[in-house]
C-alpha cells in the first residue's frame, strides 16, 4: 500500500527533479526513466539528472538521451539553479548517493520524495516511500503507475522490465517471488522485449571487463566460506574500465565452497583521498547489507557495497576478518534455527 501523501505530493506538483544514484546501474536508470515517462502521463514537466553517465548498455532505452548528467552543460540551466516543486529520489539508501547532481542550497526547499527497496534506506526524505520486500526500485514503480492510472506500456513498460532484469540478474536472486515474475509479466504485455533486455544486459559484457577479471583473478583467495578478491585502480586504468561494480563478486560467489563473497579495490577518491570500494554478495539465506551499512554503505541482503578510506591492506585487514565473523554468525543462527533454538 502506497501512502496517500505520497499520491498527493506527486499529483500536486508540475515541475519535478528525479535524481538516482552514482554509478547507476539497471534499476537505477530503468526506475529513473520510467518514473520521467509516468510523470509525462500525468501531464507534469520531469527533469531527469544523474551525477555520472549512462552506462552504454542502457543508452538505447527510450528517453536516455534526456537524462542531465552533473557534468554536461545543460546541467547548470536546467538543474543546478532551477527551483522544482518536487524533488524524487529513485534508488538510493542515503542523500549522499545523489551526489553532485544534487545542489541541497537551492533544490532543499523542495519536498523530497524517496522511492527506494533498500533495506538500509536512512528515510532522509520528507516522504519516504521504503519497500525491501521488491526486488527493484522499477517494481515500486509499477505499482505507483497502478495508483495513479497510468498504463503499464510502451516505453514505460521497457524501462522498468530493465530494471527487473538486471536487479534480479534475470530473475535468480533470491527475492525473486511471485509479485516480482507478475510484474514482469504485466510489463511484457505492455509491450516490453525480455529476450531482448537480458540479451544486452545480462548475457553481454565488453572484451575490456573479461581482460579486466584476468588480471583480477590471480589475487582471488577463499577461507572459511569467504572467497575474495583485491585489485587496485591501476589495473582498471590499463583496460580502460571505470572503478565500479564489474559483476566480479556475482561470479565469486558461485564458487560451491563460498557463501559470501567480495572484490576490495583501491581507489584515488576525490572526497576522501586513498579509498577502498567493496562489492559483496551472497548466497541465498545469507546477509551482507548489514556489513556493508556498518561500513557506512548499504544495499541488499544477498548484495551490498561501501567505500572505505584508507589503502588496500589495512580495509582488506578489516573487511575481511569482519565478513568471515558475519558469515560464522549466520550460520550459527541458521543452526539453532535447524533446532529450533
Request: hydrophobic fraction near 45%; include cysteine.
Amino acid at each position: 500500500m502506497i501512502d496517500p501523501e505520497v499520491l498527493a505530493a506527486i499529483q500536486a506538483a508540475g515541475d519535478v527533479l528525479c535524481i538516482s544514484h552514482v554509478k547507476p546501474d539497471g534499476d537505477a536508470i530503468g526506475s529513473l526513466l520510467g518514473t520521467g515517462w509516468l510523470l509525462r502521463g500525468l501531464g507534469k514537466l520531469p527533469t531527469l539528472a544523474l551525477q555520472d553517465e549512462v552506462p552504454s548498455e542502457h543508452l538505447v532505452l527510450p528517453g536516455a538521451g534526456d537524462i542531465i548528467t552533473a557534468h554536461s552543460p545543460a546541467y547548470s540551466a536546467q538543474v543546478r539553479e532551477q527551483p522544482f516543486d518536487l524533488l524524487i529520489c529513485l534508488d538510493a539508501s542515503s542523500p549522499d548517493r545523489m551526489g553532485t547532481a544534487y545542489n541541497a542550497a537551492v533544490h532543499g526547499s523542495a519536498p523530497l520524495l524517496v522511492i527506494d527497496h533498500h533495506i538500509t534506506n536512512t528515510h532522509f526524505g520528507t516522504y519516504n516511500w521504503v519497500a525491501p520486500d521488491c526486488a527493484a526500485t522499477c517494481q515500486m514503480v509499477v505499482y505507483l503507475a497502478d495508483a495513479l492510472d497510468v498504463p503499464l506500456e510502451g516505453p514505460l513498460a521497457e524501462c522498468l522490465l530493465t530494471g527487473l532484469v538486471t536487479d534480479t540478474l534475470c530473475f535468480r536472486t533470491s527475492n525473486t517471488d511471485a509479485g516480482v515474475l507478475e510484474a514482469a509479466m504485466r510489463l511484457m504485455r505492455g509491450g516490453a522485449n525480455l529476450a531482448t533486455i537480458t540479451d544486452r544486459t545480462v548475457n553481454r559484457r565488453p572484451f575490456r571487463m573479461i581482460l579486466l577479471w584476468s588480471l583480477i583473478l590471480p589475487s582471488v583467495q577463499l577461507e572459511d566460506g569467504v572467497i575474495w578478491a583485491t585489485a587496485n585502480q591501476s589495473l582498471f586504468d590499463q583496460v580502460g574500465v571505470p572503478v565500479n561494480d564489474i559483476g566480479l563478486s556475482s561470479y565469486l560467489v558461485t564458487a560451491d565452497e563460498a557463501d559470501m563473497s567480495a572484490v576490495l579495490v583501491e581507489k584515488v577518491d576525490e572526497a576522501v583521498g586513498l579509498a577502498v570500494e567493496c562489492s559483496f554478495r551472497a548466497k541465498p539465506g545469507f546477509d551482507v547489507a548489514q556489513l556493508a551499512f556498518s561500513f557506512g554503505g548499504g544495499g541488499h541482503p544477498p548484495a551490498s557495497g561501501c567505500t572505505i578510506p584508507g589503502a588496500l591492506a589495512e580495509v582488506t585487514a578489516q573487511v575481511i576478518p569482519a565478513l568471515k565473523a558475519a558469515r560464522r554468525m549466520q550460520v550459527e543462527q541458521r543452526v539453532k534455527a535447524a533446532h529450533g533454538g
